[in-house]
Nanobody, 123 residues
Framework: VQLQASGGGLVQAGDSLRLSCAAS????????VAWFRQAPGKEREFVAA??????YYQDSVKGRFTISRDNAKNTAYLQMNNLNSEDTGVYYC???????????????????WGQGTLVTVSS
């Protein structure tokens, strides 16, 4: 599956932003989808994932971010509320058909990646 992430931008602390991940392929509905992010000078880290209707989040975004998907549109979303400067980074969507539960937070659990979209939060 090919992924196209979009929706990033420059916002102020406390603002909201919604990222989209558009996927090609008719089997998208069976894929595990995740969002990762990479801040300048840091390693890529897990943000959120959705697998078989269940959602998973990094502790720092719980209660502020929501991952969802619309299989009819082959699109996944990441709604981000109450953003802060720590959320700044390039956000990548990732997907895989075979990600097991123990790997949903692991970069190695995903073989398809979007190109990334930049989110900058000014304080």
């Amino acid at each position: 599956v090919q992924l196209q992430a979009s929706g990033g931008g420059l916002v102020q602390a406390g603002d909201s932003l919604r990222l989209s991940c558009a996927a090609s392929g008719r089997t998208f509905r069976s894929y595990v989808v995740a969002w990762f992010r990479q801040a300048p000078g840091k390693e890529r880290e897990f943000v959120a994932a959705i697998r078989q209707g269940h959602t998973y989040y990094q502790d720092s975004v719980k209660g502020r971010f929501t991952i969802s998907r619309d299989n009819a549109k082959n699109t996944a979303y990441l709604q981000m509320n109450n953003l802060n400067s720590e959320d700044t980074g390039v956000y990548y969507c990732a997907a895989d058909a075979t990600t097991i539960l123990s790997s949903v937070r692991d970069i190695r659990g995903y073989r398809s990646w979007g190109q990334g979209t930049l989110v900058t939060v000014s304080s």
